[in-house]
């Protein structure tokens, strides 16, 4: 899954900076929620469903940017991204039903959270070799 994720987003930094900053903030957020309720021994029922749920909206909504006729970024990692989410959309109801850890989300995440950032893009082109 890792590979993935850096494959996906190892060319991140050609998008604008006020775009990407806007993106990070968001994967920021979402992935300090699922963070918060994944260090909770016992999280409230309501409280994990919504991080989880936030997260699946973010990657739905980057799904949707990315089929855009709009969307600049390269074919190929828009398919990879577009794989990346329906991952995460898997990955999201395993976790709903208890067959997967809410740290697959998280190292997902971070790792976008990398490649926006810049920081991404040397480990991106390793893990895709």
Known sequence: MQQLAYKAYGEVTSRTANTG???YTLFEEITQALKAVDAEEHPQPTIWADAIDRNMKL??????????DENQLDP???R????????VRRISYHVLSRKAELSELIEINEIIMQGLSGQGSATASVAAE
Not at 59 to 68: A, E, H, K, P
């Open 59 to 68: 990657w739905q909504i980057l799904s949707t940017d990315l089929v855009s």
């Open 21 to 23: 900053q806007i993106e």
């Open 80 to 87: 990879n991204l577009i794989a990346l989410a329906e991952s």
């Open 76 to 78: 190929m990692l828009k």
